[in-house]
């Protein structure tokens, strides 16, 4: 099992920043992925962006160039660096944790991020 423990979401105004983070416990993998999906109100969970602990990273097309991923594999951590924040940005940010090559996947509690104008 692998625990996931999200912080960093919050209320920011329109074109503002927000980190989030996410720290993975329990029983880490060698090869893994880290990332965010999102869920914004009425609408089904979407891709943000991941990252593998071998340092490749993937973004949405709303993600690119605002946001950026990184993480500290020494503390199996990750990090969602999203600048320029827009309202359609507003949504549950739930940390994703995957065992590379298989189907096993782990979610975070899920953050609320709110974007205003």
């Not at 605002?66 to 993480?71: A, E, G, L, N, P």
Request: proline residues 3%; charged residues 10%.
């Amino acid at each position: 099992q692998v625990q996931l423990v999200e912080s960093g979401g919050g209320s920011v105004q329109a074109g503002g920043s927000l980190t989030l983070s996410c720290a993975a416990s329990g029983s880490i993998f060698g090869f893994n992925v880290m990332g965010w999906y999102r869920q914004p109100p009425g609408k089904q969970r979407e891709l943000v962006a991941t990252m593998t602990n071998w340092g490749n990273p993937n973004y949405s097309d709303s993600a690119k160039g605002r946001f950026t991923i990184s993480r500290d594999n020494a503390k199996n951590t990750a990090f969602l660096q999203m600048n320029s924040l827009q309202l359609e940005d507003t949504a549950v940010y739930y940390c994703y944790y995957n065992a590379a090559g298989s189907q096993r996947t782990w979610w975070g509690q899920g953050t609320q991020v709110t974007v205003s104008s």
